[in-house]
């Protein structure tokens, strides 16, 4: 694949994270596929292809959607809160890599959650507890921290509570994953209406 699509992918997979927080917060139940991949993703750490840590594009194709939406200049949007998480998480995402106790530090937390991920499953309690409990000790500690907005009775829920960090542990792996392809801001102003056309193009293949 081209670096654009790499980069489209890997926009579509940091989108597509912050979308099922939304959901999450507000509704207490998300994609439970979709959720499935952006947990995955944090396993995925030495691809062939950057497509290999979603496994295919079809499994991306609401971030799709919503990039090509984003970048649409025909397209009105509000200030939606997913746009929020996601552009936040761009912020931290340049902190973060400039911080290599923290970096070590996740990595090692990932290694932690191998074993309830064998056990128990990607999805059990257990494995997204012990993600939630990486992105709490690491990302959480920045002074930018990222404000979920949703029903309060939703984030009181412990259970949803860690989904939520660990959906926002998988954003911040998409996006490393861009600027590893050679994401930059600037491109989502110059290249904007490239980046909606393979979005457009990536959102219907199988």
């Not at 290599?100 to 257990?126: S, T, V």
């Not at 921290?145 to 960090?165: H, T």
Request: charged letters at 25%; aromatic letters at 6%.
């Amino acid at each position: 694949m081209s670096a654009l699509e790499d980069q489209t992918i890997a926009l579509a997979g940091l989108l597509q994270s912050c979308h099922l927080v939304d959901q999450i917060a507000r509704e207490g139940r998300c994609d439970e596929q979709a959720l499935e991949i952006a947990v995955n993703s944090l396993f995925i750490t030495s691809p062939k292809e950057v497509i290999d840590v979603y496994c295919k594009a079809q499994n991306l194709q609401k971030g799709f959607t919503l990039l090509a939406e984003l970048l649409d200049k025909q397209t009105k949007r509000q200030r939606d809160d997913w746009l929020r998480y996601a552009l936040s998480i761009l912020h931290l995402e340049s902190r973060l890599r400039k911080n290599k106790e923290m970096l070590n530090a996740i990595a090692k937390g990932l290694e932690q959650a191998e074993m309830p991920r064998q056990h128990f499953g990607l999805l059990h309690e257990n494995t997204i507890l012990s993600l939630a409990d990486t992105y709490q000790k690491t990302i959480s500690t920045f002074n930018l921290r990222i404000q979920v907005s949703g029903d309060p009775n939703v984030l009181q829920s412990d259970l949803n509570a860690a989904r939520i960090r660990t959906l926002l542990l998988s954003g911040i792996r998409a996006a490393t994953l861009w600027r590893q392809v050679g994401g930059h801001r600037w491109h989502l102003l110059f290249k904007r209406s490239a980046i909606a056309s393979t979005a457009k193009q990536m959102a219907t293949q199988p």
